[in-house]
T-cell receptor, first 115, second 112 residues
Framework: GAVVSQHPSRVICKSGTSVKIECRSL??????MFWYRQFPKKSLMLMAT?????????EQGVEKDKFLINHASLTLSTLTVTSAHPEDSSFYIC???????????FGDGTRLSIL | SQQGEEDPQALSIQEGENATMNCSYK?????LQWYRQNSGRGLVHLIL?????REKHSGRLRVTLDTSKKSSSLLITASRAADTASYFC????????????FGGGTRVLVKP
């Protein structure tokens, strides 16, 4: 159980394109979803926390207009990287959790490459 | 400085040997979690240990937690080549609400 599906797994696109990444909890209701960014051989950096039906809470230094997060249902959150540039190239990972006493379950990540 | 520092950063062992990695943190926590990440993939949850627990087992994994020293350890016994991965500790600080803070990770290489 506790499967989180994230797609696409890989995106290569031109500078200026907007890219949407989906994160779905397949067999549980995710009250809270998290979006992380990971640089090569580095740890995960939390970008934002989203609760179903409310606005996402962004971490310091993360541009909310650049990284649009929507958590419209208990099983789906999306991250849209708007007008992506090469410096946005990274590995983006989502996670989902039921309640605060439960662990986060992670998607398989999306490798974003902006040319 | 970072909550959740891991030691060592990298570990290379032979199959069958045990692997131990440590995690230190700075603030009071609700729980501490260990995750595994295979190269280019997402994280797989291994064990969650609550602040009132001292030790937890799951198969070949053993996790300890010492809240007085603000440290945790993950032991993988009888390692296998398939255990090759990066291992991260993540703390749920009491002051941080829902959020997890990840350590830098330990890259483990198990040689056949």
């Amino acid at each position: 159980g506790a499967v989180v599906s994230q797609h696409p797994s890989r995106v290569i696109c031109k500078s200026g394109t907007s890219v949407k990444i989906e994160c779905r909890s397949l067999d549980f209701q995710a009250t809270t979803m998290f979006w992380y960014r990971q640089f090569p051989k580095k740890s995960l950096m939390l970008m934002a926390t989203s609760n179903e039906g409310s606005k996402a809470t962004y971490e310091q230094g993360v541009e909310k207009d650049k990284f649009l997060i929507n958590h419209a249902s208990l099983t789906l959150s999306t991250l849209t990287v708007t007008s992506a540039h090469p410096e946005d190239s990274s590995f983006y990972i989502c996670s989902a959790r039921g309640n605060s006493n439960q662990p986060q379950h992670f998607g398989d990540g999306t490798r974003l490459s902006i040319l | 400085s970072q909550q959740g520092e891991e030691d060592p950063q990298a570990l290379s062992i032979q199959e069958g040997e045990n692997a131990t990695m440590n995690c230190s943190y700075k603030t009071s926590i609700n729980n501490l979690q260990w995750y595994r990440q295979n190269s280019g993939r997402g994280l797989v949850h291994l064990i969650l240990i609550r602040s009132n627990e001292r030790e937890k087992h799951s198969g070949r994994l053993r996790v300890t937690l010492d809240t007085s020293k603000k440290s945790s350890s993950l032991l993988i016994t009888a390692s296998r080549a398939a255990d090759t991965a990066s291992y991260f500790c993540a703390t749920a600080p009491k002051a941080a609400g829902n959020k997890l803070t990840f350590g830098g990770g330990t890259r483990v290489l198990v040689k056949p």
